[in-house]
């Protein structure tokens, strides 16, 4: 299966650390336009889009949220060295020799930088690098930084994208394949002419990756009866994992979610997802993550008695790092399993 590779390149490519999403937001907003039924921008900056179903009676809702892992300028020292604090959660040996571009009235690259091998202390080689180690040259001098910067610029990781094999690589994948998996849904509705069971409300949502922000708020608001988190997981399937440690596998379809540290999916949208997968032969992995949350999480349990919600995740190596790697067929295999079960949320018993 293949899947618009250039729409994905230019998602991910689009700037958004938590709190400021706005390129990306713009760049979703154009592309959904003409797929659905309203479209509007709440104050926090989610994008949440309409496409009405066959009922009003009841609500579904999907969130992929639109920020990724970055970092934002705390300081700008003598010699125009920048310091920063992340926006979400990094490991520090993953920042070693990477490019950033920082965000001013301009967009300035820089280099993550550390103090050489050559002059560290024994101790220094052998001790866990931290964020604090690291600092920014941008080959600037301070005077010409700071009128283009400013303390609290935001700052994102550079890295193009590769079609490796059959798979995409390139940084930001968490969540821009999310994204992209809710756009092309949007897509498949409008141009096979398929209907929702109910109203369906499509959240690209904000702050995600410093907890859980975006999707609070618009659950609150829209307050749905069914919920689905669309997010990257684990792909841990590489050597040197045990197999009960790998998650999920790149190749092997959708991963449908029984849980994450934030959230216990309903059992119900879980049966409902499998029977669906299953009926319409989309393929598919049980997705169980021992550590992180998704938006899924504030979906359940932002509205009044909670929500039915369950998630689809597409298997990722390498998350929070610039290289990380999706299956195209697992892309597609996601966006197959979302649209299928919003329009088939009302042939399902739901009772407990």
């Known amino acids: 299966m293949s899947i618009n590779v250039d729409l994905l390149k230019v998602i991910c490519k689009a700037p958004g650390a938590p709190g400021f999403e706005g390129d990306v937001r713009n760049l979703v907003k154009k592309e959904i336009n003409d797929l659905v039924d309203e479209i509007r921008v709440d104050p926090m900056g989610n994008l949440i889009a309409l496409v009405k179903g066959k009922s009003s009676e009841k609500k579904s809702m999907a969130a992929a949220h639109m920020d990724e892992i970055g970092f934002i300028v705390t300081h700008i020292d003598d010699e125009g060295f920048v310091r920063f604090h992340t926006l979400g959660g990094f490991d520090p040996k993953t920042l070693t020799a990477q490019r950033v571009i920082i965000h001013g009235k301009e967009d300035i690259p820089g280099v993550m930088g550390c103090k050489p091998i050559h002059i560290m202390t024994e101790e220094e080689k ?6 604090k180690n690291f600092f920014i040259d941008t080959g600037l001098s301070k005077k010409k930084l ?8 935001p700052i994102t990781r550079e890295r193009e994208l590769l079609e490796l094999g059959d798979c995409v690589n390139v940084k930001s994948l968490d969540n821009r394949a999310s994204v992209f998996v809710l756009i092309e849904a949007l897509r498949k509705l409008k141009e096979s ?63 449908i ?24 032969k989309i393929k598919w992995q049980p997705e169980l993550l021992p550590a992180g949350g998704t938006d ?32 195209k067929d697992d892309i597609n295999e996601c966006i197959e399993l979302l649209v299928a079960c919003v329009c088939e949320l009302d042939q399902h018993d739901w009772a407990f």
């Open 257 to 280: 979610k029984i849980m994450d540290s934030s959230i216990i999916c309903d059992a119900r949208m879980v049966r409902f997802m499998k029977k669906v997968a299953d009926d319409k």
């Open 193 to 255: 002419k398929l209907t929702p069971a109910y109203d369906f409300y499509a959240a690209f949502t904000v702050q995600e990756e410093i907890g859980l922000r975006g999707a609070k708020v618009a659950a609150l608001e829209i307050q749905p009866d069914f919920g689905f988190g669309l997010d990257t997981t684990l792909a841990c399937d590489t050597p040197g994992v045990e197999a009960q440690n790998k998650i999920t596998h790149l190749g092997k379809g959708a991963g």
């Open 146 to 153: 700071e009128k283009i910067i400013e303390v609290g610029s």
């Open 296 to 327: 899924t999480a504030g979906i359940q349990q932002m509205t009044p008695g909670g929500s039915i919600a369950g998630a689809i995740s597409i298997p990722t190596r390498y998350i929070h790092q610039v290289i990380e790697m999706c299956h």
């Open 126 to 131: 052998g001790a866990k690098l931290l964020t």
